[in-house]
């Protein structure tokens, strides 16, 4: 089984400000999906970005960017020019490609970001 | 394109009730999984059906059950319900099982 770790549990911003969250996984395998989702007060989980290991390049999706370190089995996403809207818990996600092995998506437990004003 | 719809939103039973919750899944997708979230135990899978079959399940006890209809729509049902049971139940639907958009979530509260 696929063991993601999240190991902040909060994170504080200043608005406008870079932050950056961490997340280890530890997997056997050699491709399978890595994300990383967003969940607002709403309690509505929301896609941030997605990364496939088999591509070296970094995702990045407006100000949202990851650093994927596939020997490291690291994932952190970067949240640049923070905003009030960024405020959640954010999970980080793997989810394995093989049809031999579970498609379910394994999370982190979280990590709570504010944004101060 | 409308997104992943669950029902009903808020939901109150008693210990040893039964429930149903319901998910309509982005039009196109065939995949749907359940995942259950509670403060203490952190986003657990239940189970996921990929064209009315049961792919994968979670660990949990028999009284978790589901089903997928042939329109991809899918139900969770709770037996005999327990305390613990009361969660945020999620549902999330993907086009073959790799990017999984969810739902907005059943809250459910056993008293």
């Known amino acids: 089984a696929q063991t993601v770790t999240q190991s902040q549990p909060e994170m504080s911003v200043q608005e406008a400000e870079t932050v950056t969250l961490s997340c280890t996984y530890d997997?056997?395998?050699?491709?399978?999906?890595l994300f990383w989702y967003k969940q607002p007060p709403s309690r509505q989980m929301i896609l941030v970005i997605r990364?496939?290991?088999?591509?070296?390049q970094n995702a990045t999706e407006n100000r949202f960017s990851v650093n994927f370190q596939k020997a490291a089995k690291s994932f952190s996403l970067k949240i640049s020019d923070s905003q009030l809207g960024d405020a959640a818990m954010y999970f980080c996600?793997?989810?394995?490609?093989?049809?031999?092995?579970?498609?379910?998506?394994?999370f982190g437990a979280g990590t709570t970001v504010t944004v101060r004003a | 394109k409308a997104g992943v719809t669950q029902t009903p939103r808020y939901l109150i039973k008693t210990r040893g009730q039964q429930v149903t919750l319901s998910c309509s899944p982005i039009s196109g997708h065939r995949s749907v999984s359940w995942y259950q979230q509670t403060p203490g135990q952190g986003l657990q899978f239940l189970f996921e059906?990929?064209?009315?079959?049961?792919?994968n399940k979670g660990n949990f006890p028999g009284r978790f059950s589901g089903r997928q209809f042939s329109n991809s729509r899918s139900e969770m049902n709770v037996s005999t319900l327990e305390l613990g049971d009361s969660a945020l139940y999620l549902c999330?639907?993907?086009?073959?099982?790799?990017?999984?958009?969810f739902g907005q979530g059943t809250r459910l509260t056993v008293v």
């Open positions: 996600a793997y989810r394995s490609v093989s049809p031999s092995n579970d498609y379910k998506l394994s």
């Open positions: 997997t056997s395998e050699s491709d399978y999906y």
């Open positions: 059906y990929f064209s009315e079959t049961q792919r």
């Open positions: 990364q496939e290991a088999y591509k070296q």
């Open positions: 999330a639907s993907s086009l073959w099982g790799n990017e999984a958009f």
